[in-house]
């Protein structure tokens, strides 16, 4: 059984930064890409950023491209997110996802292609 566990989510001002961090636990954590996906109230999941296995490749949405980063350290088996300029737009609940082995084309998008979910941690972006 795989676990995922997010941390990091709290209240920042527009303009501000947060981390988020996902610790994977259960299985080898080097097979599975990784991805974030976040929820705000009233709306869909929508997908966020992944990354692949080995870390050398990575995905981003428009909206968030050029102020998000992802990585990931399979040493701690852990993938973090790192939020920059955030908008009131990014108020959302964040989630951690896993999928085993590789994930090509739109599958990186949907969130059905990730079989491990963490519970979600809460961002939320005052003006």
């Known amino acids: 059984q795989v676990q995922l566990v997010e941390s990091g989510g709290g209240l920042v001002q527009a303009g501000g930064s947060l981390r988020l961090s996902c610790t994977v636990s259960?299985?080898?954590?080097?097979?599975?890409?990784m991805g974030w996906f976040r929820q705000a109230p009233g709306q869909e999941r929508e997908f966020v950023t992944a990354?692949?296995?080995?870390?050398?490749?990575?995905y981003y949405a428009d909206s968030v491209k050029g102020r998000f980063t992802i990585s990931r350290d399979n040493a701690k088996n852990t993938v973090n997110l790192q939020m920059n300029s955030l908008k009131p737009e990014d108020t959302a609940v964040y989630y951690c996802?896993?999928?085993?082995?590789?994930?090509?084309?739109?599958?990186?998008?949907?969130?059905?292609?990730?079989?491990?979910w963490g519970q979600g941690t809460q961002v939320t972006v005052s003006t």
């Open positions: 996802a896993a999928a085993p082995g590789r994930l090509y084309g739109s599958d990186l998008f949907r969130d059905v292609s990730y079989d491990y």
């Open positions: 990354i692949s296995s080995s870390g050398l490749s990575t």
């Open positions: 259960g299985r080898t954590f080097m097979p599975y890409s």
